[in-house]
């Protein structure tokens, strides 16, 4: 799809269609056009709720709060009606805040209109539609706005993308190409890393995961180096791409969408992509462990001692709590290749209590350093995403103690479960980054099996706006 800005006057823009954002409030003035009609229509300017007027071809699309959420949601929904009619170029008008106007407008259109079609055997031809923004303001500004958020919106389409496709086409292997091919496009390092190079390096929860599968992890080290970089990042994913939980086996219900686990590893890539063509002024590391978690022989057991990268043991009385093995090893790694650290933030889909804990909708964010987990939620807020932080306790932590090695892959108690994983993770996060580390748990957002707002059913690409939000206050600070 085609955004353009225009300096023009609503009116004078030529357009086969017009968007209107309607707030409740413009319902009890006389200036919407057709508010006689709308009202015979019982058009309440709810969230989602639209109609299409043929006759006057204007779209009239409910917007209930003049924030970035509701405006992109407004879009989003309206765009879907223009889409499936046969009009070419749609024009809308900016509200109020025209900086958050013209970039809640582009990220909802191109988040809203996404969609996956790859397995259809029956594909439907897309036509080229344009959306015209009609602004106010200093166009030169107002454009570089949209430009960013262009490239936000197609690295979380980016992210989507990998997330739906199914692990007979997504297997580490193929992780590591896409990894390449986007290192390739944005002209940032790409390192892959292979179970002989685990092995020397003594990565034994990572292998373990990966044991029982044909296809052979893949350690994925991405470097976006700037010349006279303000901070150094690190962004750890997990990347599993496909999670049968092992000999610990899911439920066939549980299965399904376990495609999805490999959320974490992919937002870290859509996020390096951005992160790249941001030009943001922060040296950025991606890195993820793309493994499979499969049954077979060979498979890592309950009862099993796993050694970690940094020489922790490890008790695994579950092997389908395999993403925090993964976690670990990754963060070790990162920890012993990148020096003098400022932040090193985790993503991953980590545990079903998470999304119990806070709704299919939110991250939980955890940490040791309570300042830089409300820094988080707020840009995360900002950006879009919902998030909340969750606290961790010294009682809780007695839970995943082990009698026979350090540590413990699932605590002894079924409450709490997204906090002690949180735990788990910060075993293996070392003295110096206690307070310059967070771990995201996107298991709720990152896939939900029916559409909400700009995001349709499956992936929705979660943890890619949030970061470069808060990267881009990081640079900033």
């Known amino acids: 799809m085609k955004i353009n800005l225009c300096s023009d006057s609503i009116k004078k823009i030529e357009a086969d ?6 707030c ?3 319902l009890e003035q006389n200036n919407i056009k057709d508010k006689k009609l709308l009202e015979d229509l019982n058009f309440k300017a709810t969230d989602e709720e639209s109609v299409f007027l043929p006759e006057s071809k204007r779209i009239y699309v409910g917007c209930e709060e003049n924030s970035y959420d509701a405006i992109a949601i407004a879009v989003a929904t309206a765009m ?6 046969k009009f070419k170029v749609a024009k809308v008008e900016t509200l109020n805040d025209e900086t958050l106007s013209v970039k809640a407008l582009v990220e909802g259109s191109l988040l809203g209109t996404y969609s996956f079609t790859n397995y259809k055997s029956e594909k439907k031809k897309e036509q080229n539609k344009e959306l015209i923004i009609a602004v106010n303001g200093d166009l030169k500004s107002l454009k570089k706005i949209a430009a960013e958020s262009t490239i936000i919106a197609n690295s979380v389409n980016k ?7 199914t692990p007979e086409d997504f297997y580490p292997d193929v992780m590591a190409k896409e990894a390449k091919k986007i290192a390739k496009e944005v002209k940032i390092d790409c390192k892959i890393l292979g179970e002989e190079y685990l092995e020397k390096n003594k990565m034994g929860a990572m292998l373990a995961v990966a044991r029982a599968s044909v296809h052979e992890p893949k350690l994925i080290h991405l470097t976006y180096k700037p010349k006279n970089a303000k901070k150094k990042v690190v962004l750890v994913g997990k990347g599993l791409t496909y999670d049968s939980g092992g000999l610990s086996l899911k439920p066939a219900d549980y299965m399904v969408t376990m495609k999805s686990d490999k959320s974490g590893g992919s937002a870290v890539l859509g996020m390096m992509n951005a992160i790249a063509q941001l030009n943001l002024p922060i040296e950025v590391h991606g890195i993820v462990g793309a493994v499979e978690n499969m049954i077979g022989g060979d498979a890592y057991k309950p009862d099993d001692v796993l050694v970690a990268k940094n020489g922790k043991t490890i008790e695994v009385r579950n092997t389908d709590a395999e993403g925090r093995l993964v976690l670990a090893d990754c963060l070790c790694y990162a920890q012993d290749k990148i020096k003098d650290i400022d932040y090193i933030f985790d993503y991953a889909t980590l545990t079903g209590a998470c999304v119990v804990g806070v709704g299919q909708y939110t991250t939980g964010i955890m940490g040791n350093s309570g300042s830089l987990k409300c820094k988080a939620v707020k840009n995360s807020l900002q950006s879009g995403e919902y998030a909340t ?4 306790n010294r009682f809780l932590k007695k839970t995943i103690k082990s009698e026979i090695a350090d540590v413990c ?3 002894s108690t079924r409450y709490g479960g997204a906090i002690t994983a949180g735990m788990f993770l910060d075993n293996f996060v070392y003295k110096e980054n206690k307070d310059k580390w967070l771990h995201f748990d996107i298991a709720g957002p990152a896939f939900v099996e029916s559409a909400w ?4 059913h499956g992936a929705s690409g979660a943890g890619v706006r949030m970061t470069v939000q808060l990267l881009q ?3 900033n600070d």
């Open 159 to 165: 992210t989507r993308n990998f997330v739906n496709t």
């Open 473 to 475: 206050n990081i640079a």
């Open 80 to 85: 879907k009606k223009f889409k499936a009619t």
């Open 389 to 392: 932080s969750l606290p961790f």
């Open 453 to 456: 707002g700009y995001n349709p």
């Open 24 to 26: 409740n409030k413009d």
């Open 17 to 22: 269609v017009e968007i209107i954002i309607v």
């Open 409 to 411: 892959n699932i605590a």
